[in-house]
T-cell receptor
Framework: QQPVQSPQAVILREGEDAVINCSSS?????VHWYRQKHGEAPVFLMI?????EQKGHEKISASFNEKKQQSSLYLTASQLSYSGTYFC???????????FGAGTRLTVKP | DARVTQTPRHKVTEMGQEVTMRCQPI?????VFWYRQTMMQGLELLAY????????DSGMPKDRFSAEMPDATLATLKIQPSEPRDSAVYFC??????????FGPGTRLTVL
């Protein structure tokens, strides 16, 4: 079942913050976050695993609330390069059965 | 610089024709995924393989789509016969279980 993302779109000025939310109706094992720029493939940002372990490599943070079956992606002091569509992917069993949300389109303006 | 490769990058075909898309996963990755992306439906999981074995293809229309991994370096997605509603970008991704997925550049399919 597809997770639900909100908001659908957001427009920011450089330096502003944003939060993107992802929720699921099913118990989650993991949450993936990806960013896709227009005409390109999705690129990995971060994985959050049940139990609290977080893996990522960019200056973007995220949280994973297992009880609420929700994850949030935090973009602080946004840069122009942050523009793109952000997808969360949720996995129920060891990341094999992953479904992506509809995406959140983020636009950062100068 | 290891990356997932997909061929062809673009394909235009006529309704009823067979379409085969190929993917070379990153060497050593044990999981391969096929996704379809459209404006209306977003990113849909069509099939995935673990250690070359198909684990889930419930997202695929079984009557016309088929996915295989004849060996560890090649995954294929076939549509026969193709229909205009199959027009989309098809992504292949590979990874290790429990880790991120690396996406290929995609195949943009147009069925006339």
């Amino acid at each position: 079942q597809q997770p639900v993302q909100s908001p659908q779109a957001v427009i920011l000025r450089e330096g502003e913050d944003a939060v993107i939310n992802c929720s699921s109706s099913k118990a989650l094992y993991s949450v993936h976050w990806y960013r896709q720029k227009h005409g390109e493939a999705p690129v990995f940002l971060m994985i959050l695993l049940k139990g609290g372990e977080q893996k990522g490599h960019e200056k973007i943070s995220a949280s994973f609330n297992e009880k609420k079956q929700q994850s949030s992606l935090y973009l602080t002091a946004s840069q122009l390069s942050y523009s793109g569509t952000y997808f969360c992917g949720t996995g129920e069993y060891n990341n094999n059965d992953m479904r992506f949300g509809a995406g959140t389109r983020l636009t950062v303006k100068p | 610089d290891a990356r997932v490769t997909q061929t062809p990058r673009h394909k235009v075909t006529e309704m009823g024709q067979e379409v085969t898309m190929r993917c070379q996963p990153i060497l050593g990755h044990n999981t391969v995924f096929w996704y379809r992306q459209t404006m209306m439906q977003g990113l849909e999981l069509l099939a995935y393989f673990r250690n070359r074995a198909p684990l889930d293809d419930s997202g695929m229309p079984k009557d016309r789509f088929s996915a295989e991994m004849p060996d560890a370096t090649l995954a294929t997605l076939k549509i026969q016969p193709s229909e205009p509603r199959d027009s989309a970008v098809y992504f292949c991704a590979s990874g290790l279980v429990g880790n991120e997925q690396f996406f290929g550049p995609g195949t943009r399919l147009t069925v006339l």
